[in-house]
């Protein structure tokens, strides 16, 4: 079943020139947001910009949350990911989702209007309570072992 989300289109360009958010096939995880934008903008290399996406959502239940991720093809083909590296949209904002993207490349980038530039996908959340305890109930196999505590290969 389903989830339904409230969307709130901000900018008219969505829904006429730029399509609704969608997925891209039926096994995609990530919904697909675009460059709402009136004109290309360029992304110097190891420079930030803020692209608005022209919508907002209402979540409205405080068990899920919506996760924003590059897209994985900018990231490598052209060295564009999330300035944060990861968004979070908690259950209760209900402002513009505005992408912050980071050219961590070499050359310009150019993003159009429309550009698909991120994902969204939304997942649960499980609150927890903090118990301070001098010892953990149960010792792992692991217990402290760190970074890079298993090796390289």
Not at 22 to 33: E, M
Not at 45 to 70: F, R
């Amino acid at each position: 079943m389903k989830k339904k989300i409230e969307i709130k289109i901000l900018n008219p360009l969505i829904g006429s020139t730029i399509p609704l958010p969608s997925y891209a096939t039926k096994g995609s995880a990530g919904i697909d947001l675009r460059a709402c934008i009136k004109e290309s903008e360029i992304i110097k290399p190891k420079e930030t910009t803020i692209i608005k996406s022209g919508l907002a959502i209402n979540i409205n239940d405080p068990s899920i949350m919506a996760v924003i991720t590059p897209r994985s093809g900018l990231g490598i083909k052209h060295g564009i990911v999330l300035g944060n590296l990861i968004g979070i949209c908690d259950s209760d904002y209900q402002g513009e989702i505005t992408i912050g993207l980071w050219n961590r490349g070499d050359i310009p980038f150019t993003v159009n209007q429309g550009d698909r530039i991120c994902q969204m996908v939304f997942v649960p959340v499980i609150p927890v309570e903090f118990e301070t305890v001098k010892e953990f109930s149960v010792k792992t196999e692991r217990d402290t072992g760190g970074l890079g505590h298993t090796g390289i290969t």
